[in-house]
C-alpha cells in the first residue's frame, strides 16, 4: 500500500497534539522520581542546596513552600516560575540548577534533560497538582 505524505503528516500531526496537550503530568509518576535523582542529594533538609536557600524538596508541601525567602513555583505559570527559570538556564550561570556550570563548585553535575525540562514545565502550567 502507498503511504501518502497527507495521510502522514495527518498522523504526525494528531500524535504531536495528543503528547504536547492532553497529557496530564503527574507529580508522583514524573516530577518526584525528576527530583530524586537530581536534586534531593543536596535539598533533603540538610544538604548544601537547602542550607544555603531554606529550599527542601522530600515532599510536595516542601516543594509548594519555597525558599526562606518565598515561592519558587507559581501554579499555572512556569514562566514566572523561578524553579523552571533555573533548571531552564533562564537564569544567571551561577546560579542554575541542578549546579553545572564551571563557576559552581559542584559544576560536574549535569543539567536536566530537554525532555524532564519539559515534564516540569509541563506540570507547572497544568496547575502543579498533588497528583
Ligand atoms: C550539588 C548540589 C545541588 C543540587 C544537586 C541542586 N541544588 Fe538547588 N541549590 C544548591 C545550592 C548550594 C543553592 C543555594 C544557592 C545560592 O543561594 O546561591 C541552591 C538553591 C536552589 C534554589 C533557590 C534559589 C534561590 O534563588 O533562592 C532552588 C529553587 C533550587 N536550588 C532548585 C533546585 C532543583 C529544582 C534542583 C534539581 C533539578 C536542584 N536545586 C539541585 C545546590 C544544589
Known amino acids: 500500500?502507498?503511504?501518502?505524505?497527507?495521510?502522514?503528516?495527518?498522523?504526525?500531526?494528531?500524535?504531536?497534539?495528543?503528547?504536547?496537550?492532553?497529557?496530564?503530568?503527574?507529580?508522583?509518576?514524573?516530577?518526584?522520581?525528576?527530583?530524586?535523582?537530581?536534586?534531593?542529594?543536596?535539598?533533603d533538609g540538610k544538604g548544601q542546596g537547602s542550607e544555603a536557600s531554606g529550599f527542601v524538596l522530600l515532599t510536595y508541601d516542601d516543594l509548594m513552600k519555597g525558599t526562606r525567602y518565598g515561592q519558587v513555583v507559581t501554579p499555572g505559570n512556569s514562566l514566572s516560575s523561578t524553579l523552571y527559570l533555573m533548571i531552564d538556564h533562564q537564569v544567571d550561570p551561577k546560579i542554575q540548577m541542578p549546579p553545572h556550570h564551571e563557576n559552581v563548585a559542584d559544576g560536574k553535575m549535569g543539567p536536566l534533560t530537554g525532555a524532564q525540562i519539559n515534564t516540569i514545565k509541563t506540570w507547572i502550567d497544568q496547575g502543579a497538582k498533588n497528583n
Do not use: E, W
Not at 4 to 28: D, P, R
Open 1 to 43: 500500500m502507498r503511504f501518502s505524505a497527507h495521510k502522514f503528516f495527518y498522523i504526525l500531526s494528531i500524535t504531536v497534539f495528543s503528547v504536547g496537550c492532553s497529557q496530564q503530568v503527574s507529580y508522583q509518576n514524573d516530577v518526584k522520581p525528576i527530583i530524586d535523582n537530581n536534586c534531593i542529594s543536596c535539598h
